[in-house]
């Protein structure tokens, strides 16, 4: 059972310039996740998808982020014009459909802006 | 908003039990409470979660009041590789977890 996985696992970048990362789900589960992590804090929801259908993004933190799943398995989050603030971890998660299943995390994306 | 609260640290002598508590007394009827724990620079790792009834699986037990206000974590005997940080959840609309600032746990030699 190959879980979660995300990449790419650390990201350095300038500010101003855009950045995208990978999340590839376990293989059966059609319910996919993002978070954001910043140092000493829980992982906080940014948007999920089921299948290819964003379910919710109103949790994305500004119009400069973004996220796609465009054939319901694996997803991008792409972030433009980055700024400091955006220093974080990136999590990603993928569940099943059915109530209570619970969200697998994978190890997560790095992001430092220099 | 987290629903949920922990103590910020414990610490639990290796061998023995580790008893996690959190109090979720404004949850709902048909919200479970989920149990994830974080060791440094990995993603969270799913524990359990529960309704209503106690539950045990191959980590960890869980009990749950019968009022639902309140629930305790137990990893029945520690080991140094269980320090983290573990945090009680409740699930919101749409999946959504919302995470506290969890209990970080040191298990001492």
């Known amino acids: 059972d190959t879980g979660v996985s995300q990449d790419p696992r650390h990201k350095i970048t300038k500010r101003g310039q855009n950045v995208t990362f990978r999340c590839d789900p376990i293989s059966e589960h059609n319910r996919l996740y993002w978070y954001r992590q910043t140092l000493g804090q829980g992982p906080e929801f940014l948007t999920y998808f089921q299948n290819e259908a964003q379910l919710e993004k109103s949790r994305l933190l500004s119009d400069r982020f973004s996220a796609e799943r465009p054939k319901g398995s694996f997803s991008t989050l792409e972030i433009q014009r980055t700024e400091q603030g955006d220093s974080a971890m990136y999590l990603c998660?993928?569940?099943?459909?059915?109530?209570?299943?619970?969200?697998?995390f994978g190890d997560g994306t790095r992001l430092s802006i220099l | 908003d987290a629903k949920t609260t922990q103590p910020p640290s414990m610490d639990c002598a290796e061998g023995r039990a580790a008893n996690l508590p959190c109090n979720h007394s404004?949850?709902?009827?048909?919200?479970?409470v989920y149990w994830y724990r974080q060791i440094h620079s990995q993603g969270p790792q799913y524990i359990i979660h529960?309704?209503?009834n106690n539950e045990t699986n191959e980590m960890a037990s869980l009990i749950i009041t019968e009022d639902r206000k309140s629930s305790t974590l137990i990893l029945p005997h520690a080991t140094l590789r269980d320090t983290a940080v573990y945090y009680c959840i409740s699930e919101g609309a749409g999946n959504m977890l919302t995470f506290g600032g969890g209990t970080r746990l040191m298990v001492k030699p």
């Open positions: 998660a993928s569940s099943l459909t059915e109530s209570n299943q619970p969200q697998h």
């Open positions: 529960g309704l209503k």
């Open positions: 404004t949850i709902s009827g048909n919200e479970y």
